[in-house]
């Protein structure tokens, strides 16, 4: 069942629980995703970033990839197909395509430029019954060519991006996109804890969630994070498990070498990771 992100986010923000936004990059994450996510009974958000989509072909390719496979898969658990950290144009383009949520990336603006730039997206996504997703502060590291600093964010500012009425709001708290420094100095939770009393049924979200201790998962669960995102893992066990192959030698024996059986191992890896963050997150059996 393709929805918007908004119900989805609400009950998981009411039932203390997160769904995962598993990002995809080809039809192999797409259907394991999807697989994972119906076999689990979970609800499940499929990011796609800019540069995701431009490889995959294009926003319409995407959604109609997306759509044909739920109806030939029998997918019946509640899917959004939600742009990551999208650009204005890149927003608007993909409310265009179909997608049924879209995160509006602001936070290199100032505050004032970030909030007129997410009204305007807001507006125009709502009335076509869009969900969406906006930033303050920043996420550290770099995700397909969209790098931040990691800058803490502003609990007042989150208030203002969150009193225009958006559905889910990300907020910079020391979170990273790709592996985590052994220095790393963790999440910090009192600045989450500031902008859920500030924010108040609002679901907030967790960016870079490969790699973060599973209690400090937890904890964020609690103060309100309602999405955690998911990429670097995926890929990390794909390769893992497809470079396994491939210097096994299996490629080579019989028609080892045809991509079905190629990237079989990878495709298996995909879904045993999804699995187990939906476990994390407790998502399974609240589809």
């Known amino acids: 069942m393709l929805v918007s992100a ?7 923000k009411a039932g203390k629980y997160a769904v995962g936004q598993f990002n995809i990059n080809n039809l192999e994450w797409t259907k394991a995703v999807l697989l994972t996510a119906q076999e689990n009974n979970s609800p ?6 800019e540069g995701a989509g431009k490889y995959m072909g294009g926003y319409n390719t995407v959604m109609g990839m997306v759509k044909g496979m739920m109806k030939d898969l029998n997918i019946t658990v509640p899917v959004a ?6 650009s204005l144009d890149g927003a608007k383009k993909c409310i265009e395509a179909g997608f049924t949520s879209v995160m509006f990336d602001g936070s290199h603006y100032d505050i004032d430029e970030n909030v007129e730039k997410t009204k305007e997206i807001i507006e125009l996504a709502h009335s076509k019954g869009i969900s969406v997703e906006a930033e303050v502060g920043s996420i550290g590291g770099e995700e397909d ?11 007042q500012e989150c208030k203002r991006i969150n009193d225009l009425g958006v559905d889910m709001l990300a907020a910079g708290i020391g979170n990273i996109h790709g592996a985590y420094p052994d220095n790393w100095a ?11 009393k500030l924010t108040g049924d609002r679901p907030l979200v967790l960016h870079g969630g490969t ?3 599973d209690k400090m998962v937890r904890d964020a669960i609690t103060l309100g994070v309602s999405k955690i995102n998911v990429n670097t893992e995926c890929q990390w066990t794909f390769a893992a498990a497809t470079r396994k192959y491939i210097e096994e030698g299996k ?8 991509p079905r059986k190629l990237l079989a191992p990878g495709f298996e890896a995909i879904k045993a990771t999804v699995k187990e963050k939906m476990d994390l997150f407790g998502s399974i059996n609240q589809a």
């Open 211 to 213: 790699g973060i201790p």
């Open 251 to 258: 490629d080579k024996v019989g028609k080892g070498f045809d």
């Open 145 to 155: 060519g969209v790098i931040g600093n990691g800058e803490i964010a502003d609990p």
């Open 44 to 49: 499940v958000i499929l990011g796609v970033s």
């Open 186 to 196: 963790g999440l910090s939770l009192d600045t989450l804890e500031e902008i859920q």
């Open 81 to 86: 197909v939600h742009l990551d950290h999208g």
């Open 6 to 12: 908004t119900e989805m986010l609400r009950k998981a």
